[in-house]
């Protein structure tokens, strides 16, 4: 996928003209939620036989074919990575195409979208964004404001429960690797990061340390 076509990207469609749906499915695959837009791909059963930083440079050789990578996270502990893509269509191309495939070893690769980053910024940013891309489709449609389209919910109205997230054990894991450094406060975690700014400026930033 190029730039140009996550820019014609619908909302409600996904790169390859697929509905998108009100809510992810349980199993946090399919054509994903149109409420939100994610970038972000859980990639599970990595095998860490040769290393996390030979592991790293495995993972993001493979995604990079499927568009440009903003971050990488891998966590040791739990054989899982996170990658988020610069563009909505290449996360939604990887993921169709990495899924059950294979890395270096015989890694049999579980893709699923991510859930929320639960860091109330990054909650904050990403609501943000939705709400400027909602803008900018009404804008192109010549369409200011819809009459009639507020609307609240019924009082005794209750959220679905929120899920739960399961790693390669069948343990309940965090549904998304600590971001508070990001956001002023870092408490720690075993975990490598790894943030691209580009394909040629790819660095490793992070260092083990014991937290889990």
């Not at 440009?68 to 990658?83: C, E, G, N, W």
């Not at 109330?120 to 804008?139: C, I, N, V």
């Not at 956001?183 to 790894?194: F, H």
């Amino acid at each position: 996928p190029r730039p140009a076509d996550d820019k014609n990207l619908s909302p409600v469609k996904d790169v390859f003209g697929r509905d998108r749906h009100a809510t992810d499915k349980d199993d946090m695959r399919g054509t994903g939620n149109f409420n939100r837009t994610n970038k972000t791909l859980y990639v599970g059963g990595v095998k860490m036989i040769r290393g996390p930083e030979a592991t790293h440079k495995s993972l993001l050789r493979h995604f990079s074919e499927w568009g440009h990578v903003d971050q990488l996270r891998l966590i040791p502990s739990k054989a899982i990575a996170f990658v988020t893509y610069t563009h909505r269509a290449c996360a939604e191309f990887a993921l169709e195409a990495m899924h059950c495939q294979t890395l270096d070893c015989d890694d049999l690769l579980n893709i699923r979208w991510s859930y929320d980053d639960p860091n109330p910024r990054a909650q904050q940013l990403a609501k943000e964004a939705l709400e400027e891309q909602f803008r900018a489709k009404m804008s192109e449609a010549g369409l200011t404001k819809i009459e009639g389209a507020e609307f609240d919910y019924p009082h005794d109205y209750e959220a679905p429960a929120a899920k739960r997230q399961k790693g390669e054990d069948g343990e309940a894991v965090s549904a998304y690797p600590d971001t508070d450094h990001q956001y002023g406060g870092y408490e720690g975690g075993e975990e490598y990061a790894y943030a691209a700014h580009s394909h040629q400026d790819l660095a490793f930033t992070g260092e083990a340390h014991e937290a889990y």
